[in-house]
């Protein structure tokens, strides 16, 4: 089993930034891809960044440009840093990881992140 812990969530304005961190715990030697996924009120959970081991990443449209997914190996933690954030980014973002990439084996319970003037 792998537990994941989010952390970094919270309000900013929009323009502004944030960094989220994902924390693995646990059976950390199964896990070959991690990444971010966002889910607002009403819609449906999409994802957003991931990242292999190797630290191939991929972004979705939306986050291209203005996301980087980074990881420390070492920390097990994946991060997302987050700039030029707008009100449209406003969600519950969760960090999944897995033995695959798209990751979602095992998913953290979610920080919220809410963008707003």
């Known amino acids: 089993q792998v537990q994941l812990v989010e952390s970094g969530g919270g309000m900013v304005q929009p323009g502004g930034s944030l960094r989220l961190s994902c924390k693995a715990s646990g059976n950390t030697g199964e896990i070959y891809c991690m990444g971010w996924y966002r889910q607002a009120p009403g819609k449906e959970r999409e994802g957003v960044a991931l990242?292999?081991?190797?630290?191939?990443?991929d972004y979705a449209d939306s986050a291209k440009g203005r996301f980087t997914i980074s990881q420390d190996n070492a920390k097990n933690t994946v991060y997302l840093q987050m700039n030029n954030l707008k009100p449209e980014d406003t969600a519950m973002y969760y960090c999944a990881a897995g033995p695959s990439c798209p990751p979602g084996a095992y998913w953290g319970r979610g920080t919220q992140v809410t963008v707003s003037s």
């Open positions: 990242i292999d081991t190797s630290g191939g990443a």
